[in-house]
Nanobody
Framework: QVQLVESGGGLVQPGGSLRLSCAASGSIFTFRVNAMGWYRQAPGKQRELVATITSSNSIKYADSVKGRFTVSRDNVKVTVYLQMNSLKPEDTAVYYC???????????WGQGTQVTVSS
């Protein structure tokens, strides 16, 4: 099993920045965490992809965050990051770390961290 632990959520004003981190632990084999990234779920909405990155640095972003969010990873620490800039109220959601063997396939989820963008 793989455990994912997120940190870095919180309350921020519109236009502000936050950085999320997610560290993987447990029975980590490269193929299990080849793709790591972030999804989010706002109240009353479906969970959606935010950004993913593979161990070979293939990256995918949701259109709504392109140019504002940056995903990165440290393969040695098996940790994925999400730098969020120019935050908007519509970015408010619970952000979930995710990992799996390929982009779009999620076998493991973190517990979620709340991000609230409000003045």
């Amino acid at each position: 099993q793989v455990q994912l632990v997120e940190s870095g959520g919180g309350l921020v004003q519109p236009g502000g920045s936050l950085r999320l981190s997610c560290a993987a632990s447990g029975s980590i084999f490269t193929f299990r965490v080849n793709a790591m990234g972030w999804y989010r779920q706002a109240p009353g909405k479906q969970r959606e992809l935010v950004a993913t990155i593979t161990s070979s640095n293939s990256i995918k972003y949701a259109d709504s965050v392109k140019g504002r969010f940056t995903v990165s990873r440290d393969n040695v620490k098996v940790t994925v990051y999400l730098q969020m800039n120019s935050l908007k109220p519509e970015d408010t959601a619970v952000y979930y770390c995710a990992a799996g063997p390929s982009t779009g396939r999620v076998d493991y989820w973190g517990q979620g961290t709340q991000v609230t963008v409000s003045s």
